[in-house]
């Protein structure tokens, strides 16, 4: 197995020591996103570009390769490549012969050579005599120079040829970890999932932090979907999850403060609660899902009335995007359908909210709030690492984990179904279904009540949340399966 991987092109336009530092990160990442597979996987600099070996690798291994290269921020696309000896014209076109002609039956084609070294002859030679000779040794449909169905790529180096068999696109960004840290308030919604996913892409370490308005089963939610977008996206690197009690921060609210300013004054609170936090966490700036004139609270008079409470650097990915974007973002990074079920919890909505607050008036409302019901707030906060989640479901909702499975039992595998491709659940003669975690809350309330059901994931982080929400909802037929 071998893949070649081509860095964003921002990274190649940096002065010399930072792309060195930016492609060294990368090759880091890959390392730590690579080692779980379980097998010697060596990942090597080349200049501009990062190469993975795994010699005597199986397909499948080569596929769960690739699905990780594609989901890795700082990556611009990737091939898999068979390496060869360099031989004359005729065994190039033989082994290039070997790998494409099944796929250009019926499809225009052009070859594309990348050489360097010295050799006898140019690349436009190699595309010549190869595109040539496949033309009639195969069932094309004919060479097209300027949009072909397919295009065919060659690397020739020195004394090895490397044929490109199949090539994927990677994220783009730049590699997590080269960027500083920050903290994005996270609610589970589309906004916030899609802000998070961007930051993550820009090559920032993002941690979250999650206000409580209220609900439990608000709280479970977004801990799947922040763990989901960390586990899909961010995996190089451990970062905090932090849950600010802010029900009592609601109620003050409700109580003392002029209906139109409700809006606005909670999105204060909450900026002031994230500032302490992320300075606890030593992170210069923080993100939030906002979009101009989305909501009332969303107004840029509203916005620069909110920022007068932080001395943090607020960042808004998603300020100048429609709302059908976001939601196609969404539906693309695989938080959707999270974000389209999550029991959002909106215990503060003004009958009449201001569009254009001015400080003052904010201000004044904001004298009649105490102050030391956000401070306590503050004090009660839990803050785990992202990979401990599990751990933070509180004991009454905490399934049973099974190592077995009893006669009787059901095992779900709740995986994206990508992963359920790449590494199918076989146990025998005991019965698998598969429901994906973004289709189990509603599907599970079509299964048996009568039976015993075991949710399975890769880690079992995913499953014991899952299995928490659903025992939350009154199903405590539900367990996890960790074999």
């Avoid at 295009?151 to 199949?166: N, Q």
């Avoid at 179904?417 to 659940?425: F, G, N, R, S």
């Avoid at 698998?432 to 949710?455: C, G, K, M, W």
Wanted: net charge negative; glycine share 8%.
């Amino acid at each position: 197995m071998h893949f070649i991987v081509k860095v964003f092109p921002e990274i190649i336009m940096k002065s010399a020591p930072v792309r060195k530092r930016f492609i060294k990160q990368l090759r880091d990442n890959l390392r730590h996103l690579l080692r779980p597979l379980g097998t010697e996987i060596r990942v090597l600099r080349d200049w501009e570009k990062v190469q993975i070996e795994a010699p005597g690798a199986d397909e499948a291994l080569a596929d769960q390769v690739a699905d990780i290269l594609a989901r890795t921020p700082g990556i611009a696309n990737f091939a898999r490549v068979q390496t060869y000896p360099l031989g004359d014209m005729d065994d190039i076109l033989a082994k290039t012969h070997q790998h494409w002609a099944d796929a250009l039956a019926g499809k225009t084609f052009c070859v594309r050579v990348k050489r360097s070294g010295q050799h006898e002859f140019s690349s436009t030679d190699v595309e010549r005599y190869v595109g040539g000779g496949l033309l009639h040794q195969s069932q094309a449909a004919g060479v097209d120079l300027h949009r072909p169905d397919i295009t065919v790529r060659l690397e020739i180096k020195a004394d090895t040829l490397y044929v490109l068999t199949s090539r994927g696109e990677g994220l783009g960004g730049y590699p997590l970890g080269t960027q500083e840290g920050v903290l994005s308030l996270i609610s589970g919604g589309f906004d916030s999932t899609v802000s998070t996913y961007l930051t993550i892409k820009r090559g920032m370490r993002t941690h979250y932090c999650f206000f409580n308005l209220g609900g439990r089963a608000h709280e479970i939610a977004v801990k799947q979907v922040a763990y989901f977008l960390w586990q899909k996206f961010g995996a190089s690197h451990s970062v905090k999850f932090v849950t600010v009690p802010f029900e009592g921060v609601v109620a003050e609210i409700l109580e003392h403060v002029d209906n139109a300013y409700m809006g606005v004054i909670l999105k204060r609170m909450m900026l002031r609660a994230a500032t302490d936090v992320a300075e606890a966490l030593k992170l210069p700036a923080l993100v939030t899902g906002e979009s101009v004139a989305q909501v009332s609270s969303q107004t840029l008079p509203n916005l620069s009335v909110i920022d007068r409470v932080t001395d943090a650097l607020v960042l808004r990915p998603l300020i100048t995007m429609d709302k059908g974007d976001i939601i196609d973002m969404s539906r693309r990074i695989g938080t959707e359908t999270f974000a389209a079920e999550i029991p959002e919890y909106c215990g503060v909505i003004s009958v009449r909210p201001t569009t254009s607050a001015r400080l003052h008036m904010v201000e004044k409302a904001e004298a009649k709030f105490d102050f030391s019901v956000l401070e306590q707030a503050l004090a009660d906060r839990q803050v785990v690492d992202i990979q401990d989640l599990a751990s933070t479901v509180e004991a009454e909702l905490s399934a049973p984990v099974e190592s077995e499975v009893p006669p009787g039992t059901v095992v779900i595998d709740i995986r994206h179904p990508d992963e359920v491709e790449l590494k199918p659940l076989s146990l025998g003669d005991i019965p698998v279904e598969s429901i994906p975690f973004f289709r189990l809350n509603t599907q599970f309330q079509q299964l048996s009540t009568d039976a015993r059901y075991l949710l399975y994931c890769e880690k079992g982080i995913m499953s014991q949340l899952h299995a928490a929400h659903l025992r939350d909802g009154g199903h405590l037929n539900v367990g996890v399966y960790r074999p």
